[in-house]
């Protein structure tokens, strides 16, 4: 073979590869030419669910999180317990989780204009930016194409999703075997700037820290009263709690001057600031100091996280129904 026709076979063979590893990737306009609308169909249903619940984007973007920790996100948090399939909605961090109707909703308005088109692992990640935005966070263009996974990995939520006990050298290397760093786990845990938690999942702070017979010594003294009085000992562990104290319902960066004043809600959110010599502090300090960076950062790691494990090209498929495979 001739010097010039080795380097042919050698850029056919690069552009071939080129060619089929661009399909295979992610893209805002994966769907222009098969659901043209598909933006607007989803904007639309959000803002008629976030009418009646102004917890909607949160309990997506909740879920989304969720899918993308295990098995990557290919919707797999979504599935209901059938032959095969151990629902991950009975493992403990997804005990109670909301917003799978709301899915559901939004799966039908677009099985109506586009009949098995958008996977379901695509809704969450674009109805979690419109929940965002919805509450006055920042906008992106949401990388779609996505594919539906065939299995649920029960075990894999209750290992691979943190709880909110966990200390921040836990929580790092479970963010770190997703590919995500130090600025996407302070980034991302400012999705709590908006949502609820209840009683249950901080309550070991308010009496009883760690078996020590007293509060959590990071927990500011005034804030330790107010929810001492919404979460009584062994009492009320059904009862929600704003994540946000401040701005509840506004995705918006007091999440972190509310680390600053030690009023981190869970365990974890308090972690961030509180762990001494952790270089999260300075992310903390930077984001409370500046909401436009804060928000940049966010969309990176919305993007970062929606590309963990995901299914594409001929894998997976596009659910009718997001509860079960087809
Ligand atoms: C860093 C580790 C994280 C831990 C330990 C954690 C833990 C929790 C817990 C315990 C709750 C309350 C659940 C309940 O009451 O049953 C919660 C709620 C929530 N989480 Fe996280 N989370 C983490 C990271 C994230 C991330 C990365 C996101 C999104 C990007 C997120 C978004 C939310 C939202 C929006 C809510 C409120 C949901 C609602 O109102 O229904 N969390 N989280
Ligand atoms: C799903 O199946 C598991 C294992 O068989 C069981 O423990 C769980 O209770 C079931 N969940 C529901 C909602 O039926
Ligand atoms: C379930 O998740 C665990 C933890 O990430 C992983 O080791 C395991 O391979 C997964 N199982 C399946 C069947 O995907
Ligand atoms: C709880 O106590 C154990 C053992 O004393 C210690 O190793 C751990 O770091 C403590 N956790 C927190 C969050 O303080």
């Known amino acids: 073979m001739s010097f010039l026709r080795f380097i042919l076979a050698i850029l056919f063979l690069v552009s071939i590869f080129g060619v089929s590893n661009a399909h295979y990737k992610l893209s805002p306009t994966f769907y222009a030419f098969t659901c043209p609308n598909v933006i607007h169909v989803v904007r639309d249903v959000m803002e008629q669910i976030q ?17 993308c920790f295990v098995n990557g996100c290919d919707g797999s948090v979504l599935l209901d317990n059938a032959t ?15 917003g799978s109707d709301i899915v559901d909703e939004i799966k039908t308005a677009l099985e109506n204009v586009c009949p098995g088109v958008v996977s379901c692992a695509d809704i969450l990640a ?43 050298d836990v929580m790092i290397p479970q963010f770190t075997r997703k590919g995500l760093g130090l600025t996407d786990l302070v980034a991302l845990s400012g999705a709590h700037t908006f949502g609820r938690a209840r009683c249950r999942t901080f309550n070991q702070r308010l009496f009883n820290f760690n078996g020590t017979g007293r509060p959590d010594p990071t927990l500011d003294p005034n804030y330790l009263q107010t929810l001492r009085r ?3 000992q062994g009492g009320n ?38 762990t001494s ?20 950062d966010f969309v990176c ?6 590309n963990v494990g995901v299914l594409t090209g001929t894998k997976g498929e596009i659910r009718k129904d997001c509860k079960r495979v087809n």
């Open 301 to 306: 790691s919305m993007i970062k996280m929606g």
């Open 230 to 232: 919404l979460c009584p």
């Open 277 to 296: 010599g952790s270089s999260t502090i300075g992310i903390v300090n930077n984001y409370a100091n500046n909401q436009y960076k804060f928000f940049d």
């Open 84 to 98: 095969g399939i151990i629902s991950e909605k009975d493992a403990n961090p997804n005990v109670g989780i909301g």
């Open 126 to 168: 674009l109805a979690s930016e419109i929940g965002v935005v919805l509450a006055g966070g920042p906008s992106w263009l949401v990388p779609l194409g996505r594919r539906d996974g065939l299995t649920a990995n029960r075990s894999g939520a209750n290992t691979d999703i943190p709880s909110p006990t966990e200390t921040l």
């Open 51 to 67: 009418r009646r619940d102004v917890r909607a984007g949160a309990k997506i973007i909740r879920l989304h999180f969720h899918d």
């Open 237 to 274: 562990g059904g009862t929600f709690a704003k994540l946000d104290k401040s701005t509840p319902d506004q995705f918006d960066n007091h999440y972190f001057t509310n680390l600053k004043n030690h009023q981190g809600l869970l365990q974890t959110d308090q972690e961030l600031f509180s």
